[in-house]
């Protein structure tokens, strides 16, 4: 295995280094258009985010809430195809942070999962996240992944069982998926004490890096889960400051005050845990 | 009911005998969010312990003989089969059974094991109602909260069907997103289950989604077949030539071809949606087209998607077919050889649908009514000493705009 680009590892170490936890920022490519999901990725890197998720709309998102679901069937409505991905991922690498991409199986398995992963790796992607994945039906994944040198990110939810937390965090490379809560995408009031309690439960079992995601949206929530997990994934909060339906530029301004606020929150957290 | 003692079993070909569980082939599989296997581990042990334990055969039994209906019976229909090629034609009359299609044997079963579960709130999908309508059924007879998901479309070509199931006491929510049909009603029914999981069994309807659903809804439906396996051989004194069943999902074909699988000589011929044919685009033929396989709902099978593995919509005149992928046994049964799949149109369709209210005063739902063009089409293929079995799967009175619409028998004023 062989890998010219950083992967997500060294990211959350270095952030871990400076104390903190990374913050990784969810958006579409071809939100609201293609040149246009490429400009919000860089507002995300210039504010703050370590990782940007580069997500691939797809025809049926099942595990994304309402506003998720607009924006990216929007986006295939306005053309976006899978090969823009790799554009977006090659900007996002180019501005300066880590790019992951998340992926329905689908479109992974029907691009063929061994020119996905090349594809992947030559545009300077560190790996992927595959919300209908679990590790079962990942064999052809895992070898390409290998081959690419390429992380593999697993979901967990508070409803894995300490068996599955087991076998999922041990096929994970780079970080595992914490679902904070049951259900699908999408801002929350108060994200569940369910998170900090997987987060516990998964750190039983591995050294693997976990990072929370669902229902974040708020400098407060970035600090609070910040203390305890290595990242903070924020979706849908983003992908609906950049909504709207005016000008694109004062809606990249909506997107970069919040991604600011979020960068504060994940550096004024009080770290409760001390992760090797 | 049991055998007929003169009949033989061939070989038995079953899925348990495969090296992955849960596969047929290449196909089937489980591809979720993590957050929904701790539930399907949990289904799994729950419909094996059932299938094992009297106490639930049972009941199911008692359901079946009391509520559902169940034998249901056996008809020949020769004036329609005149149509046939001269064939000899038996319909298994699911159209009879309580709620009036096949899906109430499912959906009783997958309620027991929910109630088991400790569940107390059923959801499912539903595209031409049929399956809705039994599940809301079910919920009522057993004190289950129950909602139904379903495409905006189906809400409005089958309005009948939301009435039954709002009368039911189900809560109907109707889908905006993508198609408005039925893959969007599983789109949104899938949300619910991941989000209310804890509470909640989700009554998937057809023999698709993550394993264990189409293994155990096939199972579920299993009677069909060994019922009309029985009665065609009493009837008959032998095995039909070949067993016809329309193919959406797939599981009332499922139902009626599981039984006869080992029996080589039996021909086992599911009948897919070509709507407006398949050159134009606009049908749910997963077979017949350029489909390939790919994953939707949790599921490896053949799917209709586009160069990027966009799910492309189908179309049908019938909801219930409207579906692009189609149930893995289904895919695993056409590539092995041991069944064959064509289409019938739209066209076809109605006049099969057409011809049997004419002829024989049974009103087929425009489902069951590609199975009757199949058999139409097989039965001039194989001629008068042909013997076809066809699955009526359910009556048609919910199609009834439609159908009027079609032949322009709707009263002025109304169109």
Redesign the interface.
């Known amino acids: 295995m062989s890998t010219a680009v950083a992967g997500v590892a060294e990211t959350l170490a270095r952030c871990r280094a400076e104390g903190r936890a990374a913050l990784v920022g969810y958006l579409p490519v071809g939100y609201p258009t293609v040149e246009g999901s490429l400009e919000a990725m860089r507002v995300l890197v210039e504010a703050g985010c370590d990782v940007v998720e580069v997500g691939i709309p797809y025809s049926d998102p099942v595990i994304d809430g309402p506003v998720i679901q607009q924006a990216t069937s929007e986006a295939l409505a306005a053309g976006t195809r899978v090969d823009d991905v790799f554009t977006a991922v090659a900007t996002v690498r180019e501005a300066g942070a880590t790019p992951l991409v998340m992926s329905y199986w689908n479109l992974v398995l029907h691009r063929g999962v061994e020119r996905f992963a090349g594809d992947l790796a030559a545009a300077g992607g560190a790996g992927l996240i595959t919300p209908d994945l679990i590790p079962e039906e990942a064999d052809e994944w895992v070898a390409a992944s290998d081959r690419h040198g390429l992380d593999r990110v697993f979901l967990v939810a508070p409803s894995s069982t300490p068996e599955r937390l087991v076998r999922v965090t041990s096929a994970c490379r780079g970080f595992v998926y914490a679902a904070s809560t049951m259900g699908v995408t999408g801002a929350r009031s108060s994200v569940d004490t369910d998170a900090r309690g997987l987060v516990e439960r998964v750190r039983a079992v591995t050294d693997v890096p976990v990072c929370i995601g669902l229902g974040v949206s708020t400098r407060e929530q970035a600090a609070e889960i910040g203390a305890y997990a290595d990242g903070v994934i924020v979706g849908s909060a983003l992908v609906r400051a950049l909504g709207g339906d005016g000008e694109l530029a004062p809606r990249l301004e909506a997107l970069r005050t919040l991604t600011t606020r979020l960068a504060a929150g994940v550096r004024e957290a009080a770290r409760t845990t001390d992760q090797p | 009911m049991s055998e007929h003692p003169e009949v033989v079993d061939g070989p038995e070909l079953t899925v348990e005998e495969l090296p992955r569980p849960g596969r047929f082939g290449d196909f089937g599989?489980?591809?979720?969010?993590?957050?929904?296997?701790?539930?399907l581990d949990e289904l799994d042990e729950a419909r094996q312990k059932a299938a094992v334990d009297p106490e639930f055969q049972d009941e199911l039994a008692r359901l079946h003989a009391t509520y559902t209906g169940r034998p249901s019976i056996v008809t020949e229909v020769p004036r329609f089969a005149a149509h046939c090629g001269g064939a000899r034609v038996v319909l298994k009359r699911e159209d009879l059974n309580h709620t009036g299609s096949h899906k109430i044997n499912n959906v009783l079963a997958q309620a027991l094991l929910a109630k088991r579960m400790g569940k107390t709130r059923v959801i499912a999908e539903t595209g031409a109602g049929q399956h809705g309508v039994a599940t809301a059924t079910a919920a009522a007879l057993m004190g289950l909260d129950c909602t139904v998901y379903m495409g905006r479309v189906d809400t409005e070509r089958q309005a009948l069907n939301v009435a039954r199931m709002r009368i039911l006491g189900a809560t109907v929510v109707p889908v905006e997103?993508?198609s408005a049909t039925l893959?969007?009603a599983i789109?949104e029914a899938?949300?619910d289950w991941?989000?209310?999981?804890?509470t909640t069994h989700y009554i998937i309807g057809t023999v698709t989604g993550p394993h264990p659903f189409p293994e155990m809804v096939r199972d579920f439906h299993a009677i069909i077949g060994e019922e009309a396996r029985a009665q065609v051989f009493e009837l008959t004194g032998r095995l039909p030539d070949a067993v016809i069943a329309c193919v959406g999902g797939g599981s009332n074909a499922m139902g009626i071809f599981h039984r006869f699988v080992p029996d080589a000589g039996v021909r086992l011929i599911g009948v897919e949606a070509g709507g407006e044919g398949v050159d134009s685009g606009r049908h749910a033929a997963r077979f017949a087209a350029d489909a390939?396989p790919?994953?939707?709902?949790?599921a490896m099978s053949y799917?209709m998607?586009d160069d990027?593995?966009?799910?492309v919509e189908s179309h049908s005149i019938s909801a219930g077919l409207d579906y692009p992928s189609v149930g893995p046994e289904h895919a695993f049964l056409r590539d092995s050889g041991r069944a064959e799949y064509r289409y019938a149109t739209d066209d076809e369709v109605m006049e099969a649908f057409t011809l049997l209210c004419r002829t024989e005063g049974i009103i087929p739902a425009l489902e069951s009514a590609h199975a009757l063009a199949g058999a139409m089409a097989v039965g001039r293929e194989l001629g008068p000493d042909a013997l076809l079995l066809v699955n009526l799967s359910g009556r048609g009175d919910k199609d009834m705009h439609t159908a009027a619409a079609w032949l322009g028998l709707a009263p002025e004023g109304t169109q």
Do not use: I, S
């Open positions: 599989g489980r591809f979720v969010p993590e957050a929904l296997v701790p539930a997103h993508g893959k969007d789109n899938l949300r991941v989000t209310n999981v804890g390939t790919g994953v939707l709902h949790g799917l998607q990027d593995g966009q799910t």
